[in-house]
């Protein structure tokens, strides 16, 4: 069933009112791939009279109002993406098309959405129930972070939003938590996965620097970030606490990470998988069709790309679903009305992390002085990919799919250094689960730039190229590989930029159409580096491109036809012509 959207969908239920309401800037779309969809079909599920409100309007505050006020909390998120990257481009142009709005214009979620609803709330009702924050936008904002849009250091969002609560990461497990301290008028504040503020701070707290401090002074800054990603995982964080003017903004420890079971219970409840019908009849939404059909098997990410933030909001853990949870969602995709044959995706934030995990991890906490894949894979991490093969020939087996295809990210070191099943499972993909090109994210080639991405260096990725051409060419596919670079990241020059190019040229022989302007979004390493214009882990300072002009002009260097200026093309490249496209992969490019 879809969560009322209206009184009278409320009526049809039965309830005359709701214990949570939950406010999105997205379409309200039912899948298990949509945040507040998941939030409120767990609290559904566990008792809770949930409604959603979709894309209020702003001005008036009647959309706000429609369903009345709660009895326990709102919930209030700005939708899958933060809402400034989903509105604005790495140049702050404002964008025309949103995958999550009908009719794919960008004309329902204001900037800052989780300001402005809460706001909105705040303004019709003074006195109401606790407004909790959730989604990505709050959880990457909950401390004090850099904020690109405006430049400068900003509050904690619980605190610009003038909210009670913020919920952070993956909230399924302390949003029941939560909703279950206000049913029963207890104090909620030691529900693991919350901010709040408080005028005290508590006792056994990491005390990050203040606000003040962090705002004003770029070591101070670091220092913060430092102490704030260290506790992120849940087996050893810490409570936080950062004074913000003359309150404590206090984080407790993230929340613990769901069992298979568990995961597999939420994966489990009954989604719709299609939009709301009020909003499907308002245009086409783009969102639905890439993941109506797709399975997420697992959650997390250790990748810790420099420039990601899934560590922070996911987490640096990766839990997964069973093989039977996943068979039974594909089942269901089967029989679903609209379904053709083919499941659009399987996979996660890493598609082949998928039931891979460090033991040592899951007892004692993510190492603090190591990284699990760079600067190579961590022979601890046991990497092994016969579980995927194994997941992948039994949903091959269902009757009624004709493809499976994998369209999330690879990564191609954790292929590598499969000693068992790497070559086993690039074959499988390569037979049955690429659509003609695999996608691979090297982000780019020069050393330096790539140590501050945190990402392998680019021998693995000619040795995978080799691997992944030599595996085509026995089985007789003309697949490819499409690469996904990134310009402007702090640390990379013009010059690197030129150098990309001609690896590119002359290693890869074509030239990536997928080239970024890196934006620096909320809590990520690479963002500090372009705040503080230095690098976190060394002290040393770096380039960092900030110019609009510049930033663009590093991502021309590599997508202009004929490259930079004559006289750099004329030395980048060699004289005699010559094809971009090798013998054997004419479409990779
Ligand atoms: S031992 Fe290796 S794989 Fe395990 S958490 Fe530490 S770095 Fe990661």
Redesign the pocket.
């Known amino acids: 069933m879809f969560l009322p959207t209206t009184r009278e969908e409320m009526n049809r239920l039965g309830w005359d009112r709701l214990d949570v309401i939950l406010v999105t800037g997205d379409a309200y779309i039912d899948s298990p791939f949509i945040g507040v969809a998941v939030i409120g079909k767990v609290l559904l599920d566990a008792g809770y009279r949930v409604g959603i409100i979709a894309q209020p309007e702003t001005e008036t505050g009647d959309d706000i109002a429609r369903l009345g006020e709660p009895l326990l909390f709102w919930g209030v998120t700005g939708g899958s993406i933060d809402s400034m990257v989903a509105n604005r481009t790495a140049a702050g142009k404002r964008r025309r098309t949103d995958d999550y709005t009908p009719g794919g214009i960008n004309n329902r979620r204001p900037d800052r959405a989780v300001l402005v609803y809460a706001n909105l709330i705040r303004s019709r009702w003074k006195k109401t129930c606790p407004i909790v924050l959730g989604g990505i936008e709050a959880s990457l904002r909950r401390i004090a972070h850099y904020d690109f849009w405006s430049d400068r250091v900003r509050r904690s969002i619980l605190f610009d939003a003038k909210a009670d609560y913020l919920l952070y990461g993956m909230a399924d497990r302390s949003v029941l938590e939560l909703a279950g301290a206000l049913a029963a008028g207890a104090d909620p504040r030691i529900v693991r996965g919350l901010c709040y503020a408080s005028r005290e701070m508590p006792g056994r707290a990491v005390e990050l620097p203040p606000f003040e401090a962090a705002a004003g002074d770029r070591t101070a800054f670091t220092e913060m970030f430092h102490l704030f990603y260290r506790n992120t995982d849940p087996v050893t964080a810490g409570i936080l606490a950062q004074k913000q003017d003359d309150r404590y903004l206090v984080q407790n420890p993230s929340p613990l990470l769901l069992s298979t079971a568990e995961l597999d219970h939420v994966h489990d409840l009954d989604y719709e998988r299609s939009a709301h019908p009020h909003y499907l009849r308002q245009g086409e939404i783009r969102a639905l069709e890439t993941i109506r059909f797709s399975i997420a098997t697992h959650r997390g990410c ?1 990748g810790e790309c420099n420039f990601c933030a899934i560590s922070v909001h996911q987490g640096r853990t990766v839990r997964w679903r069973s093989r039977e949870s996943i068979l039974r969602e594909a089942e269901r995709i089967v029989a679903h009305p609209e379904f053709k044959g083919t499941i659009h995706d399987v996979g996660g934030p890493t598609a082949n992390m998928y039931a891979i995990e ?1 033991s ?2 899951e007892r004692k ?3 603090a002085s ?3 894949l760079y600067p190579k894979v ?4 046991g990497v092994d990919h016969g579980a995927q093969i194994e997941l992948l020939r039994d949903l091959r087996r269902i009757k009624g799919v004709r493809k499976v295809v994998v369209a999330s990210g690879i990564r191609y070191d954790m292929i590598l250094a499969d000693r068992t099943n790497g070559v086993n499972y690039l074959r499988e993909l390569i037979r049955h689960h690429v659509s003609g090109q695999m996608k691979v994210a090297p982000e780019h080639s020069e050393k330096k730039v790539l140590t501050l991405m945190g990402k392998p260096g680019s021998e693995t990725l000619l040795a995978f190229r080799e691997l992944f051409q030599r595996l085509n060419e026995r089985e007789g596919r003309r697949q490819y590989l499409t690469y996904y670079m990134i310009a402007a990241h702090p640390g990379c020059t013009r010059e690197d930029m030129v150098r990309l190019r001609r690896f590119c040229s002359d290693s890869l022989r074509l030239l990536p159409r997928q080239v970024q302007v890196f934006t620096p979004t909320p809590s990520t390493y690479s963002t500090l580096m372009y705040w503080t214009g230095r690098d976190p882990f060394s002290g040393e300072p770096c380039f960092v491109e900030q110019s609009v002009a510049g930033r663009e002009e590093q991502k021309q260097v590599l997508t202009r036809h004929g490259g930079g200026t004559k006289k750099e093309a004329a030395g980048t490249f060699p004289r005699k012509k010559r094809s971009v496209r090798p013998r054997g992969h004419r479409g990779e490019r």
């Open positions: 250790y460090c040592r991890k906490g993510s190492c190591r990284r699990c961590c022979p601890k991490m």
